[in-house]
């Protein structure tokens, strides 16, 4: 955290040059409102570019717009500024615009305001501050949190605490372009899924045909319609004391929150749990050797989020979750989990209080998949490198994420 030297205000980490100490002043003293005000209905053949929540939201440019088509004022935007949201400030939407496009125009859901004697940057951070958070939501008033709203002088009653602006614009900066870095794996991220989805669907047959849309090369014969139950079988898992948990050697017992665990994003490698050969004997347990396996809740709420994972060595399995073990000369186990991602368990869910199936209607579920294992292998690899880029590309997201928040609390006081 930031230390406080009796009245000197002083952060953990600067960079080399800067020793004087900073000052908390109010937002108002150093930024002002950009107060001029359009009605594009006076204008209606008039295009604008409308900064949006949106837009916001989905980290779209803004949208052009006619004047016509927009039913209230809007605020022009015509220099550098900052876009704060007064809706729901716990969800911290502040929109830095450094450079605005011609005849720019923002919705009455934003506050803008600008500065000529601080840098928008560090101003954007500190705004988001966990600090002012909770004074603009103690501020704040509507019936319900997501619609509780703050007025422009509650936001500009912020009390900023600010050193010199040299060093606002340096740590402006390190922010900025840690930010580019985290939208920027967001934005590769998001693309690798939806390819994955796409992939998913026109790699597989659907509809009743047995040949899917795209193939690799050199495959044309027709898939086969097989039951899950010819390719493999499926076993609850079994009743695990608490007494028993929190082993650190052995073989791994898997729970339905070892899918939550970091590295466990598409292979159960880590478990929370493991038991010895003693404990094994002593419960006589039988432990899954029947591996390649897909592992999946099958009870309660975990059952609707339709979650799978492939688990590669041998493991036992508690009474809240199934597995569903590959035979190896009809699955290829990569091939194998892709083919578990189309599936819908959910659609076994039995009416009732509680959301779950049984092992029979799993192994009762008819599937598509081609004869070939060559086709099977291709398959199989091409989605295990695009979980592989995926997954690479969600690492960085959670490490620079974390550096931000660790920044974030180390350089401002």
Not at 196 to 209: E, N, R, Y
Not at 299 to 327: C, H, I, Q, Y
Request: hydrophobic share 40%; aromatic share 8%.
């Amino acid at each position: 955290m930031a230390e406080q030297h009796g009245k000197t205000l002083v952060p953990q980490i600067r960079f080399a040059g800067f020793t004087d100490p900073w000052e908390q002043r109010k937002l108002s003293s150093t930024c002002e409102q950009l107060s001029r005000t359009i009605n594009p209905l006076e204008t209606p053949n008039e295009e604008f570019t409308e900064y949006s929540m949106p837009a916001f939201d989905n980290n779209e440019t803004a949208e052009t717009v006619i004047g016509n088509s927009m039913n209230s004022l809007r605020k022009i935007v015509d220099r550098p500024c900052l876009l704060v949201n007064k809706l729901n400030v716990r969800k911290k939407r502040i929109w830095h615009v450094p450079r605005p496009e011609a005849n720019a125009v923002c919705s009455s859901e934003f506050v803008p305001f600008s500065s000529h004697s601080s840098d928008l940057s560090f101003i954007k951070i500190s705004l988001l501050s966990e600090r002012i958070t909770a004074y603009l939501e103690s501020c704040s008033s509507g019936s319900s949190n997501s619609q509780k709203r703050v007025t422009p002088e509650i936001i500009m009653s912020s009390e900023i605490i600010a050193p010199s602006l040299a060093e606002q614009r340096r740590i402006g900066a390190f922010f900025d372009r840690l930010d580019s870095l985290i939208t920027l794996h967001q934005r590769k991220y998001d693309k690798l899924c939806v390819l994955k989805k796409s992939m998913l669907d026109k790699m597989f047959p659907k509809g009743g045909s047995l040949y899917p849309e795209i193939r690799f090369a050199g495959f044309t014969d027709p898939w086969e319609q097989r039951k899950l139950g010819e390719l493999g079988f499926a076993q609850s898992g079994i009743g695990f004391p608490d007494a028993e948990q929190g082993g650190s050697e052995g073989i791994p017992f898997f729970k339905v929150s070892d899918m939550n665990t970091p590295g466990n994003e598409r292979e159960l490698v880590i478990s929370n749990n493991y038991v010895t050969a003693d404990q094994i004997a002593r419960m006589s347990w039988h432990p899954i050797c029947q591996v390649p396996a897909i592992f999946f809740a099958k009870v309660g709420a975990a059952v609707l989020l339709n979650r799978k994972r492939l688990v590669n060595e041998p493991f036992l399995l508690d009474n809240n979750t199934m597995a569903f073990s590959m035979d190896p000369n009809r699955l290829d186990s990569q091939f194998g989990q892709s083919l578990f991602e189309r599936i819908d368990l959910t659609s076994l869910v039995q009416v009732g209080a509680l959301p779950s199936y049984n092992a029979s209607d799993v192994e009762d579920m008819a599937v598509s998949l081609p004869d070939h294992m060559d086709e099977q292998r291709r398959i199989g690899a091409f989605f295990d490198h695009l979980d592989s880029l995926i997954t690479l590309h969600q690492r960085k997201l959670e490490l620079l994420r974390n550096i931000k928040k660790s920044m974030l609390d180390k350089m401002f006081v």
